[in-house]
Structure formats: C-alpha cells, structure tokens
C-alpha cells in the first residue's frame, strides 16, 4: 500500500475528500490482487517504486541531466578538438580494410582515397577511450558493423587476400560473402531494366543533398509569426483536423504568435549574453547547460534555431564532425545493396506527412493518383520526400539487425523539416541508440519496456486511471506489469514511439521535443502522465473500457495549447516523474526481469509445440499467453 | 449476458502495411475516404454503433499496424475478439500470401479453433485498373475453399470507392455476434472469472 500513502501526500487538501473515496475504491480493487502477488512480484513493485526519491529541485533536474546527455559543449566546433580526435582515433589501426579496398567491389564505388570510405573503415575499428562513462558505450554501440554491405566488403577483401585475417564482427564466410556480391550484381543488372525500382540502384550519382529544413530558412525573416487566414501553419501543417476547426486554430494561435515573437527576443538576448552569433548565420552553438538555459528550453526553442539546438543538445555535431561522409557513404551503400524493409519504407513515405505541404506533390490534382508506387512512377517525388527516402533507407543500412520501423518515418520527417538531411540521420541514430534505446528494434524490446515503466509510473501517481486501464481483454487485473501489459499499452506505445508527432498537435509536440532533446526520455514519460491525468475525470466517468479506450486515444490530439500544456507538465506539484536516472534505473530492471522470466519459461515451455516458427514472432509473450491458454483449457 | 445489456463485439483488423485497413475501417465508420491516412503505428480504435437482425450491438474495431515487429506488442491484443478482418490488396500478390500466416498467427496467439472462429478475408483496392490486378477472385476464393471446414467468407471491396464495405461489415457483424453468443456459453462455464485468473497468476509469478 506504500504507493498510496505516497499518493495521499501529494493531493491537493481541495480534492482530498473525493480523490480518497476513490482511492478506497481502488484500495478494494487492488486488495484483492495483492493477494496473489509472489514476492518477486513485490520485489518489482519495489523496484518500479517512482517515488522514493522526492527530489523536485530544478538545480538537481539540471545535475541529473548533465550525467545523462553527454556533453556536446566542449568539443563543438573546435578545430584543435577535431585534431586531437584524429590522433586519438587513428582511422588506419586494426584490420587493414583500406589496404585490400581495390580488390573489393567497393573500390567501384568510392575512389580509394575517399574520405567516405575512411569513415566506414572508422566505424570498424575498436574504439576505447573516454572518462565519460555514457560517451564511450555509445560510441561503442557504433562499432557495429553499418551494413550487410560493409561486412561483405570487408570480406571480401579478406578473401582476396588469402583469408589471412580474422574478425570478430564479420558475419560471413566468403562463399557466402560471394554469393551476396553476386546478388548484388545481378540486382543491379535488373535494376537498369526495372524502371519501377523505388530508387535507381545503377545510379553512383550521390544525390545527397546537404541544404538545411525548409522551416530554417523560411522562419528566418521578419514576420514569420504573423497569424494568416490560410489553412497551413507555420510549419506548412494543415491547421484544420477532426479534434479542432480552422477557426479554433487562429483563436489560438492569435495570442500565441506574440508569445513567439516575444520568445524570439529573449533568445536572442541569450543568445548575446552567451557571445553566441546569431545575426549573421544560424547557430550551431548554444548556450551551455543551466537552469536558465532549462527554463528556456521549456518555454520553447524559437524555430529558426530548433533544428541546431536539438543537434546540439543531444550531441549531434560531435557524431558528425567523427563521422564524416558516413551518411552519404551509406547511401551509396544501400543503393546497391536495398535495405531488406524498402518496400515498407516506399509505402511510408506519403504516408507519413500527408498533411504538410513539403511533404505533398505541388501539383493538387496529379494526386488522384492512389498509393504511393503511383506517385513515384507518374512523376518525380518533392525534394521532402526523396530526402525522407534517403534518411530511412541510410538508417535502415546503418544498423541492419533492426530495419526499418514505423514511425521512424515520423521521427525523421520532422527532423528534416528543421535540418539538412544529414543531420536528419545522425538524430535517428542518436535517438534510437540514446534516447529510445531498442525501442525500435526488430522485437520492439525497448517499447514494451518503457510501458512496463510507465505502468508503474501510471499505478503509482494516477490509481484512479489505472484501475480503468489494467484490466485485461478478459476482465481480469494485470498484476504483474512486465509479464504482461495492459492493452492500452498498444495505444501508449504508439506515443512514445513516435515521440508524439501526430499524436500531440504540431505546435505542441515540437515543444515537448525541445524539451526531449535537452531533458531526454524522461519528457516522454511526463508527457504521458501529463496527458492521462488530464483525462483523469474524464476516464473514471466511463464504465466501459471501449469508452476509456476511446478517450485516452484521442486525448492527446485535441491539446492545442502548448503552453498551457506544458506549464502542466512541468508543474512543481504536478511532477511526480522519475528523473532521469531513475528513468535508465528502471528500464534497466524491467529488461533484467523480462529476460530471467523469458529465459525460465521458454524452458518450462520448451516441450511444448510452436517453437520453431520464426523467433521474431514468437517472443516471451507469446510463449506466456500460450502457457495462459494451456492452463485455462486444464482449469 | 442479459439481453438489455449493451453488446461489445471486438473486432480486429489484420494485414499487411499498406493494404488499406485504416481506410476501410474509416469508410465504414465514417463513411469517407482519405488518401491522407498516416501510416499506423500500434493499434487504433474506433466504435461503431450498429443494428445486427433488430439488436442494437456495439463494435469495437481495431485496426493494427500491419509491420510484423507490432505482433511483439499486443500480446493479448487478439484475445476476445469475436471476429477477425484479414485485409490484402488485390495488387499486390505477397500481401495475399501473408494472409494464411496472419490468420495462422492469430489462431494461435487465441488458441482459437480453426473451425469455429469466424474470419473475413478482404481483397481491398478494386478500384485500380484492371491490368494491375495480381490476385484473382478466382484464386481468393480457392484457397478459402482449400481451409476445409473453417468459417471464412471472402469479399472484395474498394475502400475508395466504398464498393462491398458497408457489405462486408455488417457480415463482420453478424458473425461476431454469433461467435460472442457461443463464446459467453463458454465463459458462464466458470461463472467466477477470477478462478481462472488464479492460476494464471501463480504460473506467471512462479515462473518470473
């Protein structure tokens, strides 16, 4: 019952009265459950416990985020750090790649001396080194072998020389690394006589373009914020949806293009405070890590700087400046060698933004085309589009184990809006392997640990909705949270993945990323708890879970006012989130815990059928709501 | 179940990723067509209310992402259903060959009976022309034939054109309304539900 001692401590004396007859109510509900806890069901609890810390003090906020993100600010920008990098990081050390590099297919590709190619070569070599303990295993965690085509070539260039090396990492032998060369080849055979390839595989014409967002260059004159009668934001989003009107919009954004303008200023100011360039190029530095510069953040980044602030914040420019080509390289890359997921990434691609004009054919009535493979064989694509092609199937070459995911199609859409393509790529990299770790991996074992994390959070701050929420398809409680989640964690899993594009309104969601990006993952959480508990009255009111469905689903989307939003979020009283480390602290547990139970019932179950189907479909859960049904038959 | 209650039917929508279930389930919600539909990412869910032989039932559609790694998500995502919608497009051969895996996939997770639990297959996109037509009717219907003594109706429909759609779910419907009649003989088998849980609370704990 700690949790609801906890609770009782942070009602307001106001709601006090009706929010504790409620909370008997849940105490009854749950009573019953806790019952049937095991002890390590309890110890969990424990462990998912938020609020045994009751820090709330912005300063530590500041602290705790500075041992998260690590820290651009040193190394930005400066050419003597970007000199001692090439010393620390010899690119010619371990396997000598470059050495057999004629001898490879790749050398057809990229003259020998190419620097692209130094960077993949890079990308192989054993990095150790740094004090920063986060900066070395996500540098590590790139080491990884980018492609299939990389290892291939690797490989290759082994065999010609006599298989005199080995690598740990390389994951073919050289019949096979064969055979994919020639499936290579013969793929490029065809595709010079396959015009409806989604992308000309025959073409080394690198078309990677390096311009920045259209909303940097277009959000840099005066009166941008002008409020307008036309029906697409500043942003180029349409401002009209099924939750409000055109006219709802302008009421609201009235009032709001003042707050922007006045924001602007300030930043601009700070800016200067900071000796920070601003009037004669975009910044690409910014102020350093503070409550001031926190509180700023939160009141919004002001467009024209959003796109290098994110970078900036979340370690972007030292990524590139380490890596330089890689992204184009690996284009070049995945136009030889399609990523496994491009048919799914050719369907995404208007289906992401369909509703923003930089994402849409200028031409109105050359849409009733209607799918995707139409638009691209009728007429050549928007530079948004091809540009969105690019950075999905760049990403889905750099880390193949994963693919390509949906809804990282949303992630990097909006990136492009705000950066050059390039960047674009970098921050899908930095945000899959640091912000949302594993979360879109093939198994999505990062998403269904960040809603085990946020169950908790939800059964400790909000037990109201929770009691709404954690029955299952069969009416029966979800005790334990990891094991099994609820269903509506197939709607909240969808917020985070995406980290609320489309699910929040535009304004809105970039606000959050702003925060995101300095604050990292543990914005997301609050942006969830922030927006369940706004429905809290709402949810309970409803006695069926349809309707709770329903509710919590559309919910998000009619939350137009951004400060008002925020400012909730963030709320002193209202901030019963875990910081951040308790955020890494938590998803680290949760993971520990999905394994042990996987691992213990994949061998209780092992005499059991099924087992040799495809191992991506038949996860832990599965296995678990087999051995549910097998002893539901036997009751 | 008394007969005043209001009926729930849930209804899940499978398929490949860009088959056309959101938009079916909006043309038959909504009762419009969008070319602007974001690709689905988790689940989305819609209610409709509607009248099955003079009883009022509610469904409750869910329509999925169609990207395979989703499945690792809903776990217990297809439990309960009354029915299951198994979109493919008519243009596109391998999303056809994906529905015997999708219908395989969800009698397993429900450890359904192949017999009795109604499917709905639906070639969708119709309206395209003619030429780019890679799933005959013809051959729809000979693999529905080839699941002997299961419950599958197939239709084809266009979404865009809201051919067959208002057809097909009252079908949808119909079937889901039998299934959950049957279904509830089976649940008043244990009149407490939390006797079924208690077993599985200890497996899942024990095991943990």
Not at chain 1, 59 to 85: F, K, Q, R, T
Request: glycine share 4%; proline share 4%.
């Amino acid at each position: 019952m700690a949790g609801i001692t906890e609770h009782s401590t942070i009602m307001n004396d106001a709601n006090f009265k009706e929010e504790n007859a409620h909370l008997s109510d849940a105490s009854i509900h749950f009573g019953s459950s806790e019952q049937d806890k095991t002890p390590s069901d309890y110890e969990l609890d424990d462990v998912l416990d938020l609020y045994n810390d009751t820090t709330e003090d912005d300063a530590d906020d500041a602290d705790d985020v500075n041992n998260y993100i690590m820290s651009p600010s040193s190394s930005l920008s400066s050419e003597s750090e970007h000199a001692l990098d090439a010393l620390v990081y010899p690119i010619y050390s371990h396997h000598n790649i470059l050495e057999h590099e004629n001898n490879s297919d790749y050398a057809s590709i990229t003259p020998s001396n190419h620097p692209a190619f130094t960077s993949c070569a890079y990308l192989q070599n054993p990095v150790v080194d740094s004090n920063n303990e986060y900066e070395s295993k996500f540098r590590l965690s790139l080491e990884i072998p980018p492609t299939d085509f990389l290892s291939t070539s690797t490989e290759l260039s082994k065999r010609e020389s006599c298989l005199s090396t080995e690598t740990s990492s390389s994951k073919f032998s050289a019949v096979t690394a064969a055979t994919i060369t020639n499936e290579t080849q013969s793929e490029k055979r065809s595709s010079q006589t396959d015009p409806s390839l989604p992308f000309k595989t025959n073409s080394l014409n690198c078309d990677v373009t390096y311009e920045e967002g259209p909303l940097t260059k277009k959000l840099r004159g005066p009166k941008k914020y002008k409020p307008s009668h036309s029906s697409w934001d500043i942003y180029g989003f349409k401002k009209a949806n099924q939750f409000y009107t055109v006219d709802q919009y302008n009421t609201w954004y009235g009032p709001y293009s003042r707050y922007l303008e006045r924001r602007e200023q300030r930043w601009k100011l700070f800016l200067q405070e900071n000796g920070i360039d601003y009037i004669h190029q975009s910044p690409s530095i910014f102020p350093s890590r503070s409550a001031k510069t926190q509180r700023f953040i939160r009141k919004g980044i002001p467009p024209e700087y959003r796109g290098n602030a994110w970078f900036y914040y979340s370690g972007g420019y030292e990524l590139l400046q380490r890596n330089p080509k890689l992204y184009e390289t690996l284009w070049r890359c995945a136009c030889i060698k399609k990523p496994s997921d491009s048919d799914l990434i050719e369907r995404d691609l208007y289906r992401t933004f369909p509703d923003n004009v930089h994402f849409r054919h200028k031409s109105k009535h050359s849409r009733n085309s209607s799918d995707a493979s139409e638009h691209s064989s009728e007429e050549p694509d928007v530079p948004m589009i091809s540009k969105l092609r690019r950075v999905l199937m760049t990403f889905a070459t750099y880390l193949p184990e994963n693919g390509y995911c949906q809804s990282l199609n949303f992630l990097a859409g909006f990136f492009l809006l705000f950066m050059s393509e390039e960047k674009a790529f970098w921050m899908l990299v930095i945000t899959c392997r640091k912000y949302l770790p594993k979360m879109h991996d093939a198994n999505l074992e990062g998403a269904n640990i960040d809603q085990s994390v946020l169950m908790a959070s939800v059964r400790e701050s909000l037990p109201a909705v929770w009691s709404r929420i954690s029955l299952n398809f069969d009416g029966i409680p979800v005790n334990d949270i990891v094991a099994k989640l609820p269903p509506i964690t197939l709607v909240t899993a969808a917020w985070f993945m995406s980290a609320f594009v489309g699910i929040l309104p535009t304004e809105t969601a970039l606000r959050v990323w702003d925060c995101f990006f300095y604050e990292g993952s543990k914005v997301l959480f609050m942006t969830a708890l922030c927006i369940l508990r706004l429905g809290e009255d709402d949810i309970k009111s409803k006695s069926e879970q349809t309707e709770v469905f329903q509710v919590i689903q559309d919910l998000p989307k009619s939350l137009l006012d951004a400060n008002a939003f925020l400012s909730l979020c963030f709320r002193r009283n209202f901030r019963r989130t875990p910081s951040q480390k308790d955020i890494e602290r938590r998803r680290e547990k949760v993971a520990k815990k999905r394994n042990s139970s996987a691992s213990k019932l994949e061998m209780s179950d092992s005499s059991k059928h099924h087992l040799s189907r495809s191992s991506s479909r038949f996860s832990k859960s599965h296995i678990i709501s087999q051995l549910h049904n097998h002893l539901k038959k036997s009751t | 179940m008394s007969a005043q209650k209001r009926v729930f039917l849930k209804v899940v929508i499978l398929g490949d990723s860009g088959v056309g279930k959101t938009c079916l389930m909006n043309q038959f919600v909504n009762q419009k067509f969008s070319r602007e539909y974001k690709a689905t990412i988790g689940a989305d869910f819609l209610t409709k209310d509607v009248v099955v032989d003079d009883k009022l039932v509610t469904l409750q559609l869910w329509d999925t992402a169609g990207q395979e790694r989703f499945q690792s998500l809903g776990m217990a995502f297809y439990r309960g259903a009354d029915c299951c919608v198994i979109v493919y497009n008519v243009n596109n051969s391998k999303s056809f060959d994906s529905v015997e895996n999708w219908r395989q996939e969800f009698l397993y997770q429900t450890s359904q009976d192949e017999c009795a639990f109604p499917f709905i297959i639906v070639g969708n996109q119709i309206d395209k022309d003619a030429s780019k037509r890679a799933v005959s009717l013809h051959r729809a219907l000979d693999y529905c034939k080839s699941k002997h003594g299961s419950n599958m109706i197939h239709f084809e429909a266009s979404a865009k054109e809201n051919t067959n759609v208002t057809d097909l779910f009252e079908t949808v419907s119909r079937l889901a309304l039998e299934n959950e009649s049957s279904r509830d003989d089976f649940v008043n088998d244990f009149s407490e539900p939390l006797l079924l849980s208690k077993p599985l609370n200890n497996t899942s704990s024990c095991n943990c």
